[in-house]
């Protein structure tokens, strides 16, 4: 569905701005479109091969054209809707008036889906998570014999959403390829131990199937896929629901030309077209890789690798090689929709222009840690560490994993982190970096994309007073809009401990569903 | 904080007590203090749909609404801070005949107090709401003065106000107990040291049972924990907040287009759990799914929960104590607490101020249930009055 002339595919709630594919993993706003006459559908999560019909949402004519509120967007900011038109009921009413004409995304369905059954499953161990981390922990469960008398070996469920075992690493690469020898060993390493689950016959996948929430009142997990609702109780949890690649800020990085890198990754797995060229923005340390994989996967002519730190000889050969250009100690500093990408050297002032199809974003990684919070284990956000780990051990729950992404290359991706008696608390690393250091105050850098609240917005908000998360996000709408703060928990958190360390003990409480559903997915009697 | 005093002592900072905190600043009743537990408005005052209407059952109620909906139509101007008062109206829904009975009632009721409701036949009902279900529709009660509020604004309006007028707001401090001496408040000890006092209101929702006990007062106030949930932004659909009177489910389309959704849900009594149910959940889409075919489409966006402060007519307990004199009670509000607060601000300035009670607080004394003259109001969402 990915075409590189129409990267446009939605447009953002309030400030109409145009969106494209981000994430291709349903963590994100950007991609929720009209399809065959059902409102914001997550184009990247539908699975199977018909061809639906999809339409625009959120496109008004004179909008789009005159670009109007992207105009006027400095009376936009957070708030102004309580500062505007308080003087007489006429004016208020007209007011409401006309933001109902223009909010909300997709026009509602006319029909829907009937309702459907529920499936009710009963295990000994649930595992939320196909990675290696998640893996590990279902091949250990298997092999623990369950009470009361000890006698039988348990039985596991594994719960991934995607559609093959393996997490991330898994999607990213698909193929094992020659360009790197170390990336080969991991993957068959990884290929190892998906054999082995695969083997175990205690040992039972569900696939394409996201676990959106645990319920107290009913001890269930609630789990969606697209065919089927199913309610699970287990004796033993796992959380292994790893972490997801977040944008850092820099001037337009909402634009429809930015991608991160596990979306593009996909869609070279999907055999999609991609532009010829492409800026890779590295974050977390696979940038080197992912340029080699445009090269050599998305058969892209001109690649750029920037990061804010400098390179290993390793990653200096295996850029070398592919004529892959690299620029360290360097930051984006502006996306322009047609096609320019500016570059700027950390250490001189200059800023060169270049031109490039995509920015592929390696960003840094959100950990997933919204189910860990629901089961009652501890959040610690901290600075200083380059990896994000879950831990845990709350009553009842067994949780581990670790997603541990900088470190591929060093060697230690999940596959040592899986020992269910480590108990600690989810680790979120807050540390502000070099993007959020140059645009803190950048009127045109997103932080949120469901709600278009800029790095400035969250800046001047947070001066005002608004300086706790909750606050923060009833008053700039940030962490409430359809992602549920899956884009921007990392960029607020770290902003607000930029700004004031006292006050960033804690994080929004992550409330059920973990993603959006259906009403009628949850129907049936 | 060691020895602190106070004209008048707040304890609660929801938006009934900053509603009469900024009130009584403003008309200069000398030194003011807000007291909150945790964060300004971090109980049922943000937890809430924002419903306002005057559609009640009786008599005091419907008074005190019309009044509170007159304040509520100027308020943004006099805060200066636009609460979003959006008046779209509210339409209940009888579907048996018992209730098309009960709805003519109260809008004749409603009538001869000044309230301009009237009764929807099923056509107007079916051009009003195009994607409801017309299966057993009877009729409906609707009135255009109603509407709905963003309670953040509110309470941010009102916080900011009051804190323009002086008030002093203390958060994350309890009140722990309340002193009198000779049967007159005299102080209210805090988890950080004593405030003296010879004014205080009681306006702390669920937990007013427990401050008054201190004083050896049991309010009839229980806890009663209620579900809501948010969907998706979509484009206005939904025109006034709607009510169907037998699921008791509620739907309204907020400013930013989000569907609020709330339905009853027995069993929560005494709970002041905020956690949220799966079952909760899968009634509210059983039921929109009936009532709305179509809304089945709607994707669920989170769920949270809150609780009301009920009492056992479902009107809220107002005025001074009839024991302890200096002590006042705003509380027990069974859901209607945002709606009643900018009346009640004005009411209690002129209260205090003046010393002779408001007419329209009158009926909500304690004392009416050991007269036996209750205020039963069957109207409440989520709830059916025993």
């Given amino acids: ?525 | 904080m060691s020895t602190r005093s106070a004209d008048l002592l707040i304890v609660g900072g929801g938006v009934v007590g900053l509603s009469v905190a900024y009130n009584c600043a403003k008309r200069g009743l000398g030194k003011i203090t807000l007291l909150d537990r945790g964060r300004i408005g971090r109980g049922a005052s943000s937890r809430n749909l924002g419903g306002v209407r005057e559609q009640f059952s009786n008599e005091p109620m419907i008074r005190l609404m019309k009044y509170s909906i007159d304040v509520w139509e100027g308020l943004s101007k006099e805060l200066r801070w636009n609460v979003l008062f959006d008046q779209k109206g509210y339409l209940m829904l009888a579907r048996t005949e018992s209730q098309a009975e009960q709805v003519k009632q109260n809008v004749r009721l409603q009538n001869s107090i000044g309230v301009n409701s009237v009764v929807l036949e099923r056509d107007d009902v079916a051009e009003m709401l195009p994607q409801l279900k017309m299966d057993g529709v009877k009729c409906a009660s609707f009135n255009k003065r109603d509407g709905a509020v963003h309670h953040d604004a509110v309470l941010w309006g009102l916080e900011r106000a009051a804190r323009r007028h002086g008030v002093e707001i203390i958060e994350n401090v309890e009140a722990t107990k309340l002193c009198t001496t000779s049967g007159r408040i005299n102080a209210v000890e805090t988890t950080a040291g004593t405030i003296s006092t010879q004014k205080v209101i009681n306006a702390t929702g669920v937990f007013s049972r427990d401050l008054a006990l201190t004083v050896g007062i049991d309010l009839p106030i229980r806890s009663f924990r209620r579900e809501a949930l948010v969907t998706e932004a979509y484009k206005h659909f939904l025109k006034p907040v709607f009510w169907d009177l037998t699921l008791g489910l509620l739907l309204s389309q907020t400013l930013r287009g989000e569907v609020l959704c709330d339905t009853r849900d027995p069993g929560n009594e005494e709970s002041r759990d905020t956690g949220v149910s799966l079952s909760f959940l899968k009634k509210l889409a059983r039921e929109v799914c009936e009532l709305f075919p179509a809304l089945g489409e709607l994707h669920v966006l989170r769920q949270w929960s809150g609780t009301y402060d009920v009492t056992p007519d479902g009107s809220p307990i107002l005025g001074e104590s009839d024991e302890v004199s200096g002590l006042y009670f705003a509380s027990g509000f069974t859901g209607h607490g945002l709606m009643v607060a900018p009346a009640l601000g004005r009411l209690y300035a002129d209260y205090l101020i003046s010393g002779k009670k408001p007419k329209l607080l009158e009926p909500f004394r304690l004392s009416r249930f050991a007269e036996g003259k209750p205020i039963v109001e069957p109207l409440v969402a989520g709830r059916k009055i025993a």
């Fill in chain 1, 1 to 525: 569905m990915f075409d590189p002339e129409k990267l446009t595919i939605s447009r953002s709630s309030k400030l109409h701005r145009p969106r494209g594919y981000l994430c291709g993993t349903g963590m994100c706003p950007n991609c929720m479109m009209r399809v065959d006459g059902v409102p914001n559908v997550r184009v990247c999560t539908l699975v199977g091969n018909k061809k639906p019909r999809l339409e625009i949402q959120n496109h008004i004519r004179l909008l789009d054209t005159f670009r109007l509120t992207q105009k006027f967007s400095g009376l936009l900011k957070p708030g102004f809707q309580y500062t505007h038109f308080n003087d007489s009921r006429g004016m208020s009413n007209l007011f409401y008036g006309f933001l109902k004409r223009f909010t909300g995304l997709g026009r509602v369905a006319t029909t829907s889906k009937l309702k459907r059954s529920t499936e009710r499953l009963e295990v000994d161990n649930l595992v939320i998570g196909g990675g290696v981390s998640g893996m590990n922990a279902a091949l250990k469960a298997s092999n623990t014999k369950v009470s009361p008398n000890g006698s039988r070996q348990g039985s596991v469920l594994l719960v991934d959403t995607y559609g093959a075992l393996g997490g991330d690493i898994v999607q990213r690469w698909q193929t094992t390829m020659g360009y790197s020898e170390l990336l080969r060993t991991k993957i068959e390493e990884v290929q190892a131990v998906i054999s082995k689950v695969i083997a175990n016959e205690r040992i039972k996948c569900l696939m394409n199937t996201r676990v959106v929430g645990y319920y107290k009142d009913e001890n269930t997990f609630l789990a969606i896929s697209e065919r089927s609702t199913f309610e699970i109780r287990a004796k033993n949890v796992f959380v292994a629901s790893g972490g997801h690649e977040v944008l850092p800020l820099f001037p337009n990085n909402d634009s429809p030309r930015v991608m991160l890198s596990l979306g593009a990754q996909i869609l070279m797995n999907q055999r999609a077209r991609l532009p010829q060229s492409a800026v890779v923005l590295d974050l977390n340390g696979l940038g080197p890789l992912v340029a080699a994989d445009l090269v050599e996967r998305g058969k892209m002519s001109s690649v750029k690798l920037t990061r804010t730190e400098g390179f290993s000889t390793e990653e200096i050969d295996l850029c070398n090689q592919r004529s892959i250009e690299i620029l360290p100690k360097s930051i984006v500093s502006n996306v322009k929709n047609s096609g320019s990408v500016y570059i700027k050297s950390l250490k001189e002032e200059d800023q060169k222009k270049y031109d490039a199809g995509l920015v592929v974003v390696c960003g840094r990684y959100q950990p997933n840690f919204e189910l860990a919070l629901q089961l009652g284990i501890n959040l610690r956000l901290v600075t200083g560490t380059a990896e994000v780990r879950i831990l845990q051990g709350a009553a009842g729950v067994n949780a581990v994993s670790a997603t541990a992404v900088g470190s591929l290359v060093n060697g230690s991706y999940g596959l040592g982190s899986s020992s269910p008696e480590e108990s600690g608390q989810i680790i979120f690393d807050i540390t502000t970096d070099e993007y959020m250091r140059h645009f803190a105050k950048s009127s045109d850098s997103y932080v949120c994309l469901c709600e278009d609240v800029t790095a400035k917005d969250m800046y001047d908000s947070i001066e005002m007073g608004y300086d706790y998360v909750e606050s923060l996000k009833r008053y700039t709408g940030c962490l409430t809009g359809p992602c549920q703060g899956k884009q921007c928990a990392l960029n607020t958190a770290s902003m607000l401990n930029m700004m004031n360390p006292k006050t960033s003990g804690l994080l929004t409480t992550p409330r059920q569903p973990l993603y959006p559903l259906p009403l009628w997915s949850v129907a049936s009697e």
